[in-house]
């Protein structure tokens, strides 16, 4: 993860999905997006996952 993101610029976030060691090809994950000093009303957004078993946005 990037220490900080800029705003108006396309960010990618992945992440590779285990259990007890084992890829996970199969889940619905969403990503919580928080603004800086705001603990009310996250962005969430749904991720995907690539071609390669890695869920992104």
Known sequence: MPES???NQKQ???VNLTQGG???DAA???FEIWK?????NPDV????N???GRLQK
């Open 28 to 30: 619905d994950i969403q």
């Open 50 to 52: 690539d071609e390669e």
């Open 36 to 40: 800086k000093d705001s603990k009310d």
């Open 22 to 24: 084992e890829k996970v």
């Open 5 to 7: 993101f800029s705003l």
């Open 12 to 14: 990618v976030i992945k």
């Open 45 to 48: 957004i749904n991720a995907r």
